[in-house]
């Protein structure tokens, strides 16, 4: 029977779908987020393989998912595009997103990662991932510049797949080597003789860090399991998060708490209170303990890594994976030694591999939640000090953060263009005239990536619109955990009026 065939330009289904490249990888609305609209984008993502030469022919491409509702049948559509285009899916399970990056660098293969992160379950995303680590900006450009032929006899007129082919049996390699990275690297029994929870909620490392924790020697309790995906935001923690963990703390003998977001790539971990740290300090103090000489970091992290001293080389970047590690990759290519990078959410990426003791740990460019947690808590067993101890020994800053949700990221544009035009003077005048004298004459802004407004008394206030959703947010920093939340509450309250204005 003879097929019939449509060609799709991926820019204009893009538009068409509302399914974008944002921060780190491609997102839409789950209803937006058809089978025929996943099957597209396996096929550009397959042809940009081909373009750069990294797609063995009849090869495999690596997949695995999160426990969103929606991933399954994502990862079913996913998997439909990779046989028709004649490779080979690997299908890893529901495990963390640098466990099946892992795998796939390790095989020299591409893999696929579905997941949303963090955002809620009424949306989804596919993160791409080349042979070598995460597809960058240009990748995401070529991506886009593809034109697909699909055949119209393989689905409905809703986006539906006339028929899904049920996934292949789960490939557990990914997992495992995932877990052995991290017991040959940290020494054997490193923490014997603690207490250390782990919160599950609906996050994919949960079964990883216990594993782990269990295998360094911990006693671990696990709470809070839960069989319903919760959008836990890593740099938002919500209310009930920021709760759960000091009651838990208040309930058990504990050194902290452990977790990560959806598809683990994001950590969290407390102090022995059940106080989060925030990921920007938890990753200077894991980068510290690495021995890294060369960091990049997106330019809304917490200035304390500059004044710390402990590093050689330090960059800034625009926020997002695919920025650090362009930075990262340019620092290899200055001849750099112990490349890493961190973000604001506690991702943490090594582009180089890191020797300690004689046990090294293989470079794994793309974020990772797992050696953040290890990493802290090895450095404060070593020092014979709590967590809480150890975060006096950087320099004090503090950093508040908040969100606006529902803010059309249009709406962002228009607000924030009189801070951002070509004149550095103008930018001051307008940002003077948008927060008065509430924090003091502003002597710096840096457009980067938003808008981050550094005042004479060293404070700073950073507007920026959400890559992946429609939101808006506001980072701040002070001296003083208590001086940031303030701040933090001011710049919430003067961006509201935004939103009721334009409602």
């Given at each position: 029977m003879s097929r019939h065939y449509k060609n799709i330009q991926i820019s204009s289904l893009m538009q068409k779908s509302g399914v974008k490249f944002g921060t780190s990888g491609a997102r839409g609305l789950v209803k937006d987020m058809t089978d025929e609209v996943c099957y597209a984008y396996t096929l550009a993502f397959i042809q940009h393989l081909h373009h750069i030469g990294d797609l063995k022919p009849k090869g495999s491409i690596a997949i695995a998912g999160d426990y969103r509702s929606s991933s399954p049948r994502i990862l079913a559509a996913v998997a439909m595009a990779i046989r028709a285009s004649d490779y080979t899916p690997i299908y890893c399970g529901f495990i963390p997103t640098p466990a099946v990056a892992f795998y796939a660098m390790t095989h020299h293969m591409p893999c696929m990662m579905i997941t949303g992160s963090h955002i809620p379950d009424d949306r989804n995303g596919i993160k791409f991932y080349k042979s070598d680590g995460?597809?960058?900006?240009?990748?995401?450009?070529?991506?886009?510049?593809?034109?697909?032929?699909?055949?119209?006899?393989?689905?409905?007129?809703?986006?539906?797949?006339?028929?899904?082919?049920?996934?292949?049996?789960?490939?557990?390699?990914?997992?495992?080597?995932f877990i052995q990275r991290y017991l040959a690297f940290f020494p054997k029994d490193c923490f014997a003789g603690q207490t250390i929870a782990v919160y599950e909620h609906s996050t994919v490392a949960r079964d990883a860090l216990g594993e782990i924790l269990e295998g360094l020697g911990a006693e671990v309790i696990r709470l809070g399991r839960s069989a319903h995906f919760l959008p836990v935001d890593t740099e938002a923690i919500r209310p009930e998060d920021v709760q759960l963990a000091q009651d838990w703390a208040k309930e058990y003998a504990i050194n902290c708490?452990?977790?990560?977001?959806?598809?683990?790539?994001?950590?969290?971990?407390?102090?022995?209170?059940?106080?989060?740290?925030?990921?920007?300090?938890?990753?200077?103090?894991?980068?510290?303990?690495?021995?890294?000489?060369?960091?990049?970091?997106?330019?809304?992290?917490?200035?304390?890594?500059?004044?710390?001293?402990?590093?050689?080389?330090?960059?800034?970047?625009?926020?997002?994976?695919?920025?650090?590690?362009?930075?990262?990759?340019?620092?290899?290519?200055?001849?750099?030694?112990?490349?890493?990078?961190?973000?604001?959410?506690?991702?943490?990426?090594?582009?180089?591999?890191?020797?300690?003791?004689?046990?090294?740990?293989?470079?794994?460019?793309?974020?990772?939640?797992?050696?953040?947690?290890?990493?802290?808590?090895?450095?404060?067993?070593?020092?014979?000090?709590?967590?809480?101890?150890?975060?006096?020994?950087?320099?004090?800053?503090?950093?508040?953060?908040?969100?606006?949700?529902?803010?059309?990221?249009?709406l962002s544009k228009d607000k924030l263009l009189p801070l951002k035009t070509s004149s550095t003077k103008e930018n001051i005048r307008a940002a003077q005239q948008l927060f008065g004298n509430i924090f003091g004459n502003i002597k710096h802004i840096d457009t980067t990536d938003g808008i981050r407004i550094t005042f004479d008394s060293e404070e700073v206030a950073h507007l920026r619109p959400s890559g992946n959703a429609p939101e808006l947010r506001c980072y701040n920093e002070a001296n003083s955990e208590q001086r940031a939340l303030e701040m933090n509450l001011h710049c919430m309250k003067i961006l509201a009026t935004w939103q009721r204005v334009d409602s």
């Open positions: 995460e597809i960058l900006k240009e990748d995401e450009q070529s991506m886009a510049a593809q034109q697909v032929s699909i055949s119209i006899d393989s689905f409905h007129d809703n986006g539906s797949a006339i028929e899904l082919s049920p996934l292949p049996p789960e490939h557990t390699d990914a997992y495992h080597i708490i452990v977790s990560a977001d959806g598809d683990g790539d994001r950590p969290l971990i407390s102090d022995e209170h059940g106080n989060w740290l925030r990921g920007d300090v938890a990753g200077i103090l894991c980068a510290h303990y690495l021995g890294a000489e060369s960091i990049a970091t997106p330019v809304s992290c917490n200035s304390a890594i500059e004044k710390s001293g402990w590093f050689k080389h330090i960059v800034r970047t625009r926020i997002g994976s695919p920025f650090v590690i362009e930075a990262m990759n340019h620092a290899l290519q200055r001849g750099e030694q112990a490349v890493v990078g961190y973000e604001a959410n506690g991702g943490f990426l090594t582009a180089s591999s890191i020797t300690m003791e004689a046990r090294t740990l293989a470079a794994l460019p793309t974020r990772d939640a797992i050696i953040v947690p290890l990493s802290i808590l090895l450095m404060a067993t070593q020092k014979n000090a709590t967590i809480s101890a150890l975060l006096k020994t950087l320099p004090p800053r503090f950093t508040s953060s908040g969100r606006l949700k529902n803010f059309p990221s249009q």
